[in-house]
């Protein structure tokens, strides 16, 4: 990405996380079970039960990771980039098209992996032992959302921010 890690990659990654935790709002909204995740990450993060956490609670915890994610994804693709050989490199506004898209990848894999089989059995009760198969492909499609909304968004924001 550009250079070491620094404040404006970061920024960038926090940035996209939450615009790409936004974008996820729209497919989550139109499922009924699609903010069960965000209702289960907000339950484990208050010590409630899933059932009982208020819809802003769960949209705060929904977008708390995005950004968390957003700045994991800068780090890994900084991280990446530093490793990539400069013959294999192309960049667009500062950013390492391997190194974009393997972070992508790389954090939409951890996402999926950390909430569906971390995050979930942790919630325990109805949800996990009635719902989890449905709760862990909403997971999978939210993380397949958020990955292809970074791989889109982030290129965009550094053209922004490098004019």
Same mark, same amino acid.
């Given at each position: +990405?550009?250079?070491?890690?620094?404040?404006?990659?970061?920024?960038?990654?926090? =940035?996209?996380? !939450?615009?790409?935790?936004?974008?996820?709002? *729209? /497919? +989550?909204?139109?499922?009924?079970?699609?903010?069960? /995740? $965000?209702? @289960? $990450? $907000?339950?484990?993060?208050?010590?409630r039960s899933a059932d009982t956490v208020p819809f802003r609670d769960a949209v705060i915890a929904h977008h708390a990771a995005g950004l968390l994610a957003g700045i994991l994804y800068a780090v890994v693709a900084t991280v990446i980039g530093i490793g990539v050989p400069?013959?294999?490199?192309?960049?667009?506004?500062?950013?390492?098209?391997?190194?974009?898209?393997?972070? &992508?990848?790389?954090? #939409? =894999?951890?996402?999926?992996?950390?909430?569906?089989? !971390?995050?979930? /059995?942790?919630?325990?009760?109805? =949800?996990?032992?009635?719902? &989890?198969?449905? #709760?862990?492909?909403? *997971? !999978?499609?939210?993380?397949? #959302?958020?990955?292809?909304?970074? #791989?889109?968004? @982030? /290129?965009? !924001?550094?053209?922004?921010?490098?004019?």
């Amino acid at each position: +990405m550009i250079g070491l890690i620094g404040a404006e990659t970061i920024g960038l990654g926090a =940035i996209s996380g !939450l615009i790409a935790a936004a974008v996820m709002n *729209w /497919p +989550m909204s139109h499922r009924a079970d699609g903010f069960t /995740p $965000a209702y @289960v $990450a $907000a339950g484990i993060l208050t010590g409630r039960s899933a059932d009982t956490v208020p819809f802003r609670d769960a949209v705060i915890a929904h977008h708390a990771a995005g950004l968390l994610a957003g700045i994991l994804y800068a780090v890994v693709a900084t991280v990446i980039g530093i490793g990539v050989p400069s013959v294999a490199s192309v960049t667009v506004a500062g950013i390492d098209i391997l190194a974009h898209l393997l972070a &992508s990848t790389l954090v #939409v =894999i951890f996402i999926y992996v950390f909430f569906a089989h !971390l995050v979930l /059995p942790r919630a325990g009760g109805r =949800i996990y032992e009635e719902q &989890s198969t449905a #709760v862990r492909g909403q *997971w !999978l499609r939210s993380s397949l #959302v958020f990955g292809t909304t970074i #791989v889109v968004v @982030v /290129p965009l !924001l550094a053209v922004v921010v490098a004019s």
